[in-house]
């Protein structure tokens, strides 16, 4: 009896063992194994194309009918035979050459739409292969390969013995191959927990950036001169990044995710824990200005990197600068706390005069913003020293283009002179935190965008001006948060912007239109005389 109770256990373990191994994927970890597959993927994309196309009115009247016409050729699924209400990926990883390699998974929803459209549109040949379809596209280097459940769209690699040669013909067949074997991995491959957890982070785009992977593909590029790489491998190999997109209700928000290895963060990581104090606020030549940036470092850390890095960041010999200074590295650590408070109050339009001393004198505007930065001071008499002793507590000093006070353990410069002198009375303007950016990170940004409409020289860029109210950061070296934050509120902020790109299109159609009936009318009335 006892025999017969340790082999139910033992069929029992063995079955529950069985079902677990033959229990379904998740259509993630899938993806997740297939990315796996790949060669040095360093770069990573994941959206869900039926959220943007529905959150841009593209095919909901946001677009003028004619333009809705165009569009819908690509966006409709029963055109592609694409599911756009499934994830799509795009995957790039290190090449055979130069170029990297390019990977898109992605579903079909109809594929006889999409047999349509290949034999149609890409005059392509769809084959059979072990239990695929794939269509090879030479001339337009392109291969794909599907089965039931996926699709896989790849760039034919090209090495630099066939772009000499001008051949090609066996890559197509080798990367219809590849990608069989791939689809082969999304059952049988080993799932990654860093890639399947960004892929199932909710978002309407997300990236992922892998230092791994770029450093192989960097290897790849360098033709052999991989010493600086080489020198930099830990740095490059450790740099792991995640940027999360959403368009949401009047608004465009963004997430930015740092996963640095130990040792870089150990490394790069100057920005403290705690806000900058909120006396920096008080220092404003107005309540509102154009744009505020308040970031709290550890400067003798970053003093310390600059010191072992100064060949590849700025060419120069930090000990030399300092010395010309009259100080040393010590004292350079010991003068500033780290605190740092830019503020852009307006940029006025400064009107210029050129005389080259022949002809009339050249007239011309220019953009000047009105600034200070405004820094926390650790040891005042580090920086009397650096400046000769003109610096002194409470006078404003000019020393170049800027005019410089000491004042209460702060350092303030601007290149306004009313501003210095206001600050040193006692009358700076306290700056309205209307982001709550300053409060608890020790990085923040407020941009004040609806402020800049009437610039003169925005050209192009005042789309921006117009759909935007203002831009908001704020965040740690791990995580920062940034908003784009749209004068609109009543709509999503894609379709916002998808209207906003059409009318500014549909009236520059207006004026190439108007412009040819005055060229028109123009030749008539010539040939009529």
């Known amino acids: 009896m006892r025999n017969v109770f340790q082999?139910?256990?033992?069929?029992?373990?063995?079955?529950?063992?069985?079902?677990?191994?033959?229990?379904?994927?998740?259509?993630?970890?899938?993806v997740s194994a297939m990315i796996s597959s790949i060669d040095s993927p360093f770069l990573l994309v994941n959206t869900l194309p039926g959220d943007l196309i529905?959150?841009?009115?593209?095919?909901?009247?946001?677009?003028?009918?004619?333009?809705?016409?165009?569009?819908?050729?690509?966006?409709?699924?029963?055109?592609?035979?694409?599911?756009?209400?499934?994830?799509?990926?795009?995957?790039?990883?290190?090449?055979?050459a130069f170029t990297p390699n390019f990977y898109g998974i992605f579903k079909l929803k109809d594929e006889t739409a999409f047999r349509e459209l290949l034999e149609t549109e890409a005059n392509a040949e769809i084959l059979e292969k072990e239990g695929c379809n794939y269509v090879i596209k030479s001339s337009d280097n392109y291969v794909i390969v599907w089965n039931e459940e996926f699709a896989i769209a790849a760039n034919i690699p090209t090495d630099m013995m066939t772009m000499m040669m001008?051949?090609?013909?066996?890559?197509?067949?080798?990367?219809?191959?590849?990608?069989?074997?791939?689809?082969?991995?999304?059952?049988?491959g080993e799932v990654n927990d860093e890639y399947l957890t960004f892929l199932s982070h909710k978002s309407d785009l997300a990236l992922s950036f892998i230092g791994k992977g770029f450093y192989q593909y960097s290897l790849e590029m360098s033709m052999?001169?991989?010493?600086?790489?080489?020198?930099?491998?830990?740095?490059?190999?450790?740099?792991?990044?995640?940027?999360?997109?959403?368009?949401?209700?009047?608004?465009?928000?963004?997430?930015?995710?740092?996963?640095?290895?130990?040792?870089?963060?150990?490394?790069?990581?100057?920005?403290?824990?705690?806000?900058?104090?909120?006396?920096?606020?008080?220092?404003?030549?107005?309540?509102?200005?154009?744009?505020?940036?308040?970031?709290?470092?550890?400067?003798?850390?970053?003093?310390?990197?600059?010191?072992?890095?100064?060949?590849?960041?700025n060419g120069g010999d930090l000990e030399e600068e300092l010395e010309r200074m009259g100080l040393t590295v010590q004292e350079a650590k010991s003068a500033l706390n780290g605190e740092v408070f830019v503020i852009i109050d307006r940029v006025d339009q400064v009107e210029k005069t050129v005389d080259y001393g022949y002809g009339e004198p050249y007239s011309y505007s220019e953009p000047t913003p009105l600034f200070a930065i405004v820094l926390g001071v650790q040891d005042a008499a580090v920086l009397s020293k650096a400046f000769g002793d003109s610096l002194v507590e409470g006078t404003v000093v000019k020393n170049g283009d800027a005019y410089l006070l000491l004042k209460d353990n702060v350092l303030?410069?601007?290149?306004?002179?009313?501003?210095?002198?206001?600050?040193?009375?006692?009358?700076?303007?306290?700056?309205?935190?209307?982001?709550?950016?300053?409060?608890?990170?020790?990085?923040?940004?407020?941009?004040?965008?609806?402020?800049?409409?009437?610039?003169?020289?925005?050209?192009?860029?005042?789309?921006?001006?117009?759909?935007?109210?203002?831009?908001?950061g704020?965040?740690?070296?791990?995580?920062?948060?940034?908003?784009?934050?749209?004068?609109?509120?009543?709509?999503?902020?894609?379709r916002v912007i998808t209207e906003t790109i059409s009318s500014m299109a549909e009236g520059a159609v207006e004026v190439d239109r108007s412009l040819e009936e005055e060229i028109e009318a123009a030749a008539a009335l010539e040939a009529s005389n």
């Open 224 to 313: 052999g001169e991989t010493s600086d790489l080489e020198a930099n491998r830990e740095r490059i190999e450790g740099l792991n990044l995640e940027m999360f997109l959403n368009f949401n209700e009047g608004s465009v928000d963004f997430q930015f995710l740092s996963h640095l290895s130990e040792e870089l963060k150990e490394e790069i990581s100057f920005m403290k824990e705690t806000p900058i104090d909120s006396k920096y606020l008080g220092f404003g030549n107005s309540d509102n200005p154009l744009f505020t940036l308040g970031w709290n470092v550890d400067f003798a850390k970053a003093l310390d990197y600059s010191q072992d890095n100064e060949g590849m960041i």
């Open 412 to 472: 303030f410069s601007s290149n306004d002179s009313v501003w210095a002198a206001k600050i040193n009375a006692g009358g700076g303007t306290k700056i309205a935190d209307e982001g709550n950016v300053f409060a608890s990170t020790p990085f923040g940004m407020f941009l004040d965008v609806s402020s800049m409409v009437n610039m003169e020289t925005l050209g192009d860029a005042r789309i921006a001006a117009v759909i935007l109210a203002y831009v908001k």
């Open 166 to 188: 001008g051949g090609g013909a066996k890559e197509g067949p080798a990367t219809v191959d590849k990608l069989i074997a791939m689809l082969e991995t999304a059952e049988d």
């Open 7 to 30: 082999s139910i256990i033992v069929l029992t373990t063995l079955l529950l063992v069985i079902a677990s191994c033959s229990s379904d994927r998740s259509r993630e970890e899938k």
């Open 54 to 96: 529905k959150k841009s009115g593209a095919m909901d009247g946001a677009l003028p009918f004619t333009q809705e016409m165009m569009v819908g050729f690509f966006l409709d699924e029963a055109v592609t035979g694409v599911d756009y209400d499934v994830n799509v990926q795009v995957i790039v990883g290190k090449g055979e």
């Open 474 to 494: 704020a965040g740690t070296m791990e995580e920062i948060n940034i908003s784009m934050v749209l004068n609109d509120k009543t709509k999503n902020a894609l």
